[in-house]
């Protein structure tokens, strides 16, 4: 059977850890955190996994204290770290 996981950020829930409120508003940093976390799980089980749910929660998350257009990029940055580390 294929298996689909996901998603990998939720940003519409109560599900990100505490140190990350450090970096609030810091769009370099949040994304290059995620990214990393992104690549290494699809990485991991690329072999295993049809479909990824990359991202949700993201058209209504500000509690990062990111724009829309600053979530609008990141959306875009992790499913680019996906593709790298999964082309299929």
């Known amino acids: ?3 689909r ?4 950020i939720d940003l519409g829930g109560d599900t990100l850890p505490p140190w990350l409120a ?3 508003g810091e769009l370099p940093s949040v994304a290059a955190f ?5 690549e290494t ?4 089980y690329r072999n295993r ?4 749910i990359v991202c949700t929660g993201f058209n209504h998350a500000d ?7 600053d979530r609008v990029r990141l959306v875009v940055r992790l499913v ?3 593709k790298s580390a999964d082309p299929e």
């Open 5 to 8: 996981l996901g998603p990998l």
């Open 1 to 3: 059977l294929p298996v």
């Open 22 to 24: 450090e970096w609030h």
């Open 63 to 69: 509690h990062l204290g990111l724009t829309e257009d």
């Open 34 to 38: 995620f990214c990393d976390f992104v």
């Open 41 to 44: 799980a699809v990485h991991r």
């Open 49 to 52: 996994v049809k479909d990824w």
């Open 80 to 82: 680019d770290a996906a």
